[in-house]
Nanobody, 124 residues
Framework: QVQLVESGGGLVQAGGSLRLSCVASGRTISNDAMGWFRQAAGKEREFVAA????????YYADSVKGRFTIIRDNTKNTLYLQMDNLKPEDTAVYYC?????????????????WGQGTQVTVSS
C-alpha cells in the first residue's frame, strides 16, 4: 500500500508560481509511474502531467505544456509539480497518483493510489 499526501497549494495571482509536493509513504515509489490530475468545481478530473518510473519520459496536457514541470526525487520518495505563469483556469484541486506500471498513463483509471488533494486558486 502507498499513502500519498499533497501539499503546497494556495492562493496566487495570475502569472505567479506554485510548487506542489506529493510525499509517498508505505513503500518506495521508485518503480511506479506517477501523475498529477486536477478537478475544478463542477468538472471531471482531468490529466495534468505524468512521469514514467525512471523520470525519463514526461507527458503534459496541452493546457499546461510549457508552464508546468513534473519532477520526481526518488531519494525523498516525493513527486513535485512546478507550476509557473499560472492562469485563473488552473484553479482546481490537484491530486497526485501512483501507478504500479512503469510507463506513464494519462487516464485516471490507470492509477492505483491517490492523495487527498490540495487546493490551488489563481486570482485574476
Amino acid at each position: 500500500q502507498v499513502q500519498l499526501v499533497e501539499s503546497g497549494g494556495g492562493l496566487v495571482q495570475a502569472g505567479g508560481s506554485l510548487r506542489l509536493s506529493c510525499v509517498a509513504s508505505g513503500r518506495t515509489i521508485s518503480n511506479d509511474a506517477m501523475g498529477w490530475f486536477r478537478q475544478a468545481a463542477g468538472k471531471e478530473r482531468e490529466f495534468v502531467a505524468a512521469l514514467n518510473w525512471k523520470g525519463s519520459n514526461s507527458y503534459y496536457a496541452d493546457s499546461v505544456k510549457g508552464r508546468f514541470t513534473i519532477i520526481r526525487d526518488n531519494t525523498k520518495n516525493t513527486l513535485y509539480l512546478q507550476m509557473d505563469n499560472l492562469k485563473p483556469e488552473d484553479t482546481a484541486v490537484y491530486y497526485c497518483a501512483a501507478d504500479s506500471a512503469i510507463t506513464a498513463a494519462t487516464t485516471p483509471d490507470e492509477y492505483d493510489y491517490w492523495g487527498q488533494g490540495t487546493q490551488v486558486t489563481v486570482s485574476s
